[in-house]
């Protein structure tokens, strides 16, 4: 079953950090897969927050550069987002996902994350 499983969302404080793991199963591979961190806010579309190549490219959107980070654990088949600085403007569910092509064509259920002033 090809399942992305996304951990590590909750409350924290401005300032505060956090950091998120998408485990990824089934035929999903991180070593070999483009994944990326996309994130909604209430009443807000998705965006990308960060998106990581097979060559271990890395983009940002401008909003989190320089606060988050994007890596990724072959061994362990998992995707980690590190969110340091976290401002109230980043509460929102996180999700991960894996790319095709161009296409993110498979999502994690989402986890929370709340940062509170």
């Known amino acids: 079953q090809v399942q992305l499983v996304e951990s590590g969302g909750g409350l924290v404080q401005a300032g505060g950090s956090l950091r998120l793991s998408c485990t990824a199963s089934?035929?999903?591979?991180?070593?070999?897969?483009?994944m990326g961190w996309f994130r909604q806010a209430p009443g807000k579309q998705r965006e990308l927050v960060t998106a990581i190549t097979p060559g271990g490219n890395r983009n940002y959107a401008d909003s989190v550069k320089g606060r988050f980070t994007i890596s990724r654990d072959n061994a362990k088949n998992m995707v980690l987002l590190q969110m340091n600085s976290l401002k109230p403007e980043d509460t929102a569910v996180y999700y991960c996902?894996?790319?095709?092509?161009?296409?993110?064509?498979?999502w994690g259920q989402g986890t929370q994350v709340t940062v509170s002033s």
């Open positions: 996902a894996k790319a095709t092509a161009a296409l993110y064509d498979y």
């Open positions: 089934g035929s999903i591979f991180v070593s070999i897969n483009k």
